[in-house]
Nanobody, 131 residues
């Protein structure tokens, strides 16, 4: 079983930055597709970014709405994936969750896009952006 713990959320003004962390523990062997998702009040959950870490790939995938403002990265030594968020907007306000799965490089992007196959989820961290 994989345990995921998010941290780094908080309240910022529009234009500010936050860096979220997703620390993995437990049976992390082979876990190689990690995604960040968010859910705003009254809205459906949506994908933000994902990273495929298998074979040292580091391939990244982003939702169109966050490209250029948000970047995902990994620190394998710490079993941690980061989400650097810059130029934040009020519409970025949401609970942010990280999720993980084991899959192939061919499927990580598609599964992120379809929010499919992510069997392990964190508890979420709140991000609030004020105007």
């Amino acid at each position: 079983q994989v345990r995921l713990v998010e941290s780094g959320g908080g309240s910022v003004q529009a234009g500010g930055s936050l860096r979220l962390s997703c620390a993995a523990s437990g049976n992390t062997y082979g876990v190689n597709c990690i995604g960040w998702f968010r859910q705003a009040a009254g809205k459906e959950r949506e994908g933000v970014a994902a990273i495929y870490t298998g074979g040292g790939s580091g391939s990244t995938y982003y939702a169109d709405s966050v490209k250029g403002r948000i970047s995902i990265s990994q620190d394998n030594a710490k079993n941690t994936v980061y989400l650097q968020m810059d130029s934040l907007k009020p519409e970025d306000t949401a609970i942010y969750y990280c999720a993980a799965q084991r899959t192939s490089s061919d499927y990580c992007a598609a599964r992120f896009a379809n929010q499919a196959g992510f069997g392990s989820w964190g508890q979420g961290t709140q991000v609030t952006v004020s105007s």
